[in-house]
Nanobody
């Protein structure tokens, strides 16, 4: 069973940056897709960014130009660099690793709070 563990969340002020990490026991170079999702308070979980094996990367409109996904396959870690954070970015952030059909792995989430 694959493990996915997010870290790096915290409390920051508007305009500041954070980098989230997603460490996994899965072999990222074999993944179909890796992505970040978030669940704002009182709302449904939503896509932040997804990076697919074919090289395509899709960002939510709300984070384009501010967030960037990257990964280090040697460390089996996925990152989410978040810049110019706003209160609307407050949410629990989840990492997803898809290894194939019916093989979706999720972490427990990390809280990001943006407040002055």
């Amino acid at each position: 069973q694959g493990q996915v563990v997010e870290s790096g969340g915290g409390l920051v002020r508007p305009g500041e940056s954070l980098r989230l990490s997603c460490a996994t026991s899965l072999r990222l170079f074999s993944s179909i897709a890796t992505g970040w999702y978030r669940q704002p308070p009182g709302k449904e979980r939503e896509l932040v960014v997804i990076a697919k094996r074919d090289g395509s990367i899709d960002y939510a409109d709300s984070v384009k130009g501010r967030f960037a996904i990257s990964r280090d396959t040697s460390k089996n870690t996925v990152y989410l660099q978040m810049n110019n954070l706003t209160p609307e970015d407050t949410a629990i952030y989840y990492c997803r690793v898809n290894m194939g059909r019916h093989q979706d792995y999720w972490g427990q989430g990390t809280q990001v709070t943006v407040s002055s």
